[in-house]
């Protein structure tokens, strides 16, 4: 039973570099997330999407961007990787926006340098 | 709008004593309220949710929570702490935000667990 998958776990950018975080979710959710969580803090929503197509803007979405082209799929880019964006990302899905809980993904640790 | 204290940055116990660990919300309608669980290096676990049910809550590994219209307050509590306990707990507040489950996150308690 996967639930949701993050690729890769761990990476270091250099600064101005660009990647793709990737995450995959096989529970059939509508509802995707993605989270930043900086040292100390609680989790900070990047972006989400509440079905295949369709996108919005979380707290903290500038640097980032998303895409949603299949229910299973919701992949983070970061076009212009900045100190600042040194963090662990979390994806999350739902199956819709009551008050069902979110299933979380291991993270990914990425550090710009 | 919604928020969530959680009043404890760490808390640290012996194996066997209780834990508790606390949290204040603020919202100005009914929340649904969650405490999550993170061990290192991994994603966040759900320990237990209240959703305007009963409002003693019961979750995985012996834990439970308390919800405390009167106080605003949502306490995670255990009877007897044991090693693998020791994580980082986030009690979270949910609320509508423009068609989203939206989740608000405490900054989060570290819990250690003393031999």
């Known amino acids: 039973n996967a639930g949701v998958t993050q690729t890769p776990k761990f990476r270091i950018l250099k600064i101005g570099q660009s990647m793709t975080l990737q995450c995959t979710q096989d529970m059939n959710h509508n509802y995707m997330y993605w989270y930043r969580q900086d040292p100390g803090m609680g989790l900070k929503l990047i972006y989400y999407s509440v079905g295949a197509g369709i996108t919005d803007k979380g707290e903290v979405p500038n640097g980032y961007n998303v895409s949603r082209s299949t229910t299973e799929d919701f992949p983070l880019r970061l076009e212009l990787a900045a100190p600042s964006q040194t963090s662990v990302y979390f994806c999350?899905?739902?199956?819709?926006?009551?008050?069902?809980?979110?299933?979380f993904g291991d993270g990914t640790r990425l550090s710009i340098l | 709008a919604q928020s969530v204290t959680q009043l404890d940055s760490h808390v640290s116990v012996s194996e066997g004593t209780p834990v508790l660990l606390r949290c204040n919300y603020s919202s100005s309608y009914s929340p649904s309220l969650f405490w999550y669980v993170q061990h290192p290096n991994k994603g966040l676990q759900l320990l237990l949710k209240?959703?305007?049910?009963?409002?003693l809550v019961k979750g995985i590994n012996g834990f439970e929570a308390e919800f405390k219209k009167s106080e605003t307050s949502f306490h995670l509590t255990k009877p007897s702490a044991h090693m693998s306990d020791a994580a980082e707990y986030f009690c979270?507040?949910?609320?509508f935000g423009g068609g989203y489950n939206k989740l608000i996150f405490g900054a989060g308690t570290r819990l250690a667990v003393h031999p």
């Open positions: 209240y959703t305007s049910a009963a409002t």
């Open positions: 979270v507040v949910s609320g």
């Open positions: 999350a899905s739902s199956v819709d926006s009551s008050n069902q809980p979110q299933h």
